[in-house]
């Protein structure tokens, strides 16, 4: 049993803003988790959260592929337990909790971001492979909800401030 968790949205941004949402460190950290990310094919870092139920809160990396303003992909690995997957998910019960219990999921899997042109914007489709067994296809369900919410509100959020500081900074040089 395989999933790869498959998301595709329009952004109304430049190609050039949104790689820079997803290669500059301070920026994707504003819309994701902190981290140590340098764009360069062979940097290993991590995504870093507070610790969380279940989970140290580090997911480890190393950065496979890029093709600037086009796709980059990366590693991404950590460890969890069932608690952390019932938390993601907002379930709170006793019941789920003993389910739960002792569940371990060592997550060992790929995110590819790719961006192409479209009419007045940006294509962006994510991929997120490598969830296999049935533990990791109900770990990538949950994740795929994560990933919505990052890439429909977080996302979008960066990428408006980009425009902004970008627009500034255009109106300064007058």
Known sequence: MKRTIRIKYH???TQEQVWRALTESRLL???FMENDFKAEVGHEFTFRMPPQKGWDG???CKVMELDELNSITYSYQGKANG???????GIHSEMA???AKG???????VLNFKLSASCGGTALEMQHSGFEGLK?????????MGWKKQLQKKLPKVLSLIADE?????SSRY
């Open 83 to 89: 608690e952390k997957t019932l938390a993601c998910a």
């Open 103 to 109: 569940i371990f999921t060592e997550l060992n899997t």
């Open 166 to 170: 970008e627009t500034r900074h255009a």
């Open 136 to 144: 990791l296809v109900l770990v990538s369900f949950v994740m795929g």
């Open 97 to 99: 909790d003993k389910a």
């Open 29 to 31: 950290g504003k819309w």
């Open 58 to 60: 580090i997911t480890y």
């Open 11 to 13: 952004l109304p941004y």
